[in-house]
């Protein structure tokens, strides 16, 4: 009995190896723990214009005053976040990058969205910044 328990040991070691390797992995050349991002909106600016994250980030877009307007914010086709489209008064939106992101890095991981008041009547979008996403 106690020879089958080493050998079984031995036959899982290299999957208890390769787990605790991931786990470790994960944050390799992002410089640790994934950090919340935050896009201000200011009289329908940006700031940052483009905003640079890494996948599993969050994006978070908050107004700031005196602003007192929900902008929506939009995705096109492409997306890094799990929705198109969201109020700026959403909770922090975690990053994904795409099949195409992830298989061909570069100008692939950049997201075009734009920003729209939510106002009666509708105005038009703001500037068109983006999200730059560097894939795991």
């Known amino acids: 009995m106690k020879k089958s328990n080493i050998f079984t040991s031995l036959l899982l070691a290299p999957v208890w190896v390769l787990l605790l390797m991931s786990l470790g992995c ?3 050349g ?3 723990a994934f ?3 935050v896009v201000h909106i200011l009289n329908c ?3 940052p214009k483009t905003i640079d ?3 599993d980030d969050t994006i978070q877009w908050i107004v700031d005053p005196p602003d007192a307007k929900v902008y929506t914010i939009k995705f096109g086709g492409r997306k890094p976040v799990p929705s198109h489209s969201f109020p700026s008064t ?3 939106q975690p ?3 795409d099949l195409l992101c992830t298989v061909l ?3 692939k991981c950049y997201y075009d969205y734009t920003m729209t008041p939510i106002t009666n009547p509708p105005s038009s979008a703001c500037n068109d910044p983006g999200v730059h996403v560097t894939p795991n």
């Open 26 to 28: 994960k944050h390799a």
């Open 30 to 32: 992002h410089g640790g």
């Open 35 to 37: 950090t919340p991002q």
């Open 45 to 47: 600016t940006a700031t």
């Open 53 to 55: 994250v890494h996948e």
């Open 90 to 92: 959403s909770p922090p």
């Open 95 to 97: 990053v994904k990058a």
């Open 105 to 107: 890095p570069g100008s």
